[in-house]
């Protein structure tokens, strides 16, 4: 069966950090760019991340840049998505999917997409 499953959301302080996880069933996730994106309650969907799988640099949106890192392990066939310095706007539910391509403006066109992880970023 072919899954993406994100983990690794939660309620985290202004300041913190949290590390999502994309873990992909029925295929190989280093074959695919694979995207990050979240969408906050009244708001649309933003392209967040996206890691390359032709060795391209990553992209990151402008309201992550320097806050963010994108990775991959694919010896355990995931894409990590490690955020730091958390802030309140950062709060949203994050899905990750396979996009067709990694820069701007990060579109979310691929056949496969989890499910979501909510990450809270409050006080």
């Known amino acids: 069966q072919v899954q993406l499953v994100e983990s690794g959301g939660g309620l985290v302080q202004p300041g913190g950090s949290l590390r999502l996880s994309c873990k992909a069933s029925g295929f190989t996730l280093e074959d695919y760019a694979i995207g990050w994106f979240r969408q906050a309650p009244g708001k649309e969907r933003d392209g967040v991340s996206c890691?390359?799988?032709?060795?391209?640099?990553?992209y990151y949106a402008d309201s992550v840049k320097g806050r963010f890192i994108i990775s991959r392990d694919n010896a355990k066939n995931t894409v990590i998505l490690q955020m730091n310095s958390l802030k309140p706007e950062d709060t949203a539910v994050y899905y990750c999917?396979?996009?067709?391509?990694?820069?701007?403006?990060?579109?979310?066109?691929?056949?496969?997409w989890g499910q979501g992880t909510q990450v809270t970023v409050s006080s």
């Open positions: 999917a396979v996009v067709t391509r990694c820069w701007y403006p990060l579109t979310w066109d691929g056949p496969f």
């Open positions: 890691s390359s799988n032709s060795g391209g640099s990553p």
